[in-house]
């Protein structure tokens, strides 16, 4: 039986669930991101599905690492990012292409295949204003926020809660400190609204939760205290390290219900965990990147998304 694998075909996390896939008898298929790029042939003959003539019609599991988005295309050029001349041309080529892609999966979704993660459930974009709603639906704690675009109600926000930070809605860039510089460029904001929140001292956990399962929750180490890990060069360098943590009921079951309501059948939840006890809930990531963490603690995450994509977990999920 297949199984599809959506990305780049050379990642270590695409390579790691193949291999996986297969040592439980089923036969991975990797479909790569780039296909429609590079020209390779994708049909779609009367609602059956062909990639590089397979047809894919009869996949019973799909993991999505990433699908390719419809953005215009840039490149860099004396260290700023210019668009192509023809960018609106390639642009429409990009929207068609993800529709396609887009379509593709959850049509295979509405014949009942298991979709880790459905593209609507945040692998196309990301939906970090709802997944804070999701949060503090399900009880969840999460930090003091403020989305807007507002300047005005970003300074009453800034008053009110001195240490603030700020990061886009769909993430990828480094969080960063509210502080008098960033205050300088307010007016910037007009263009499109900002997540802003009170700032969280503790430690940052990511908590790999695979259908009903946590199956790995570590506190993320670097040598320095950066605001954002992910600043810390050693971080990039591979020199993280990693502390188990073990979560209290209360807390494993609202990343499921926070999981299941935003639609992940798989997630990485990132929580900050302060001293004096509180856990303090920021994102639920749909395609978390979590071999580091497999590698050094042995933690068998892999396995677990094998097991969910081909079906041998069982879990039950809101589809949105
Ligand atoms: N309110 C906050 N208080 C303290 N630290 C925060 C806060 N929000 C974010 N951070 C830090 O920044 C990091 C990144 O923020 P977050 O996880 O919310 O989004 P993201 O990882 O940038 O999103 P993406 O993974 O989609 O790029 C967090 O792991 C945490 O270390
Ligand atoms: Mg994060």
Redesign the pocket.
């Given at each position: 039986m297949k199984i599809g694998i959506f990305g780049t075909a050379d990642e270590p996390i695409e390579s790691a669930l193949a291999k996986e896939i297969k040592s439980l008898g089923f036969d991975p298929l990797h479909i790569r991101a780039d296909a429609l790029d590079e020209g390779l042939p994708l049909s779609i003959i009367d609602n059956e599905y062909w990639y590089l003539g397979k047809n894919t019609n009869d996949i019973k599991g799909f993991y999505l690492r990433g699908i390719p988005g419809a953005y215009a295309p840039y490149m860099e050029k004396d260290d700023s990012l210019v668009l192509f001349d023809d960018w609106y041309t390639q642009y429409i080529h990009a929207r068609e292409k993800a529709s396609y892609f887009v379509s593709w999966l959850i049509a295979l979704q509405h014949q009942k295949a298991t979709l880790v993660n459905p593209p609507q459930a945040a692998s196309v974009l990301?939906y970090k204003p709802f997944q804070l709603h999701v949060l503090k639906a399900v009880g969840a704690e999460i930090?003091r926020t403020l989305i807007s675009n507002d300047p005005k109600a970003i300074k009453q926000f800034k008053r009110e809660n001195k240490d603030v930070?700020f990061?886009p809605i769909t993430?990828?860039?480094i969080?960063r400190r509210l502080d008098a510089s960033a205050m300088k460029n307010l007016d910037a904001v007009t263009y499109s609204p900002v997540i802003f929140?009170?700032?969280?001292d503790g430690d940052?956990l990511r908590v790999m939760l695979v259908g009903d399962e946590i199956v790995s929750c570590v506190a993320v180490k670097t040598p320095q205290q950066h605001?954002?890990?992910?600043d810390d060069p050693s971080y990039s360098g591979g020199e993280a390290w990693y502390e188990e943590v073990t979560l209290p009921p209360v807390i494993i079951e609202l990343c499921r219900k926070a999981a299941r309501e935003c639609g992940l059948l798989f997630a990485g939840i990132?929580i900050?965990k302060t001293k004096d006890g509180r856990w303090v809930f920021?994102?639920l990531?749909s395609s978390p990147i979590y071999i580091d963490v497999e590698f050094k603690l042995g933690h068998q995450i892999t396995k677990a998304i094998a097991e969910l994509t081909v079906g041998k977990r069982k879990v039950k999920t809101k589809t949105l």
């Open positions: 990301q930090p930070i990061k993430g990828g860039a969080t929140q009170e700032c969280i940052d605001l954002d890990f992910r990132d900050k920021l994102e990531n």
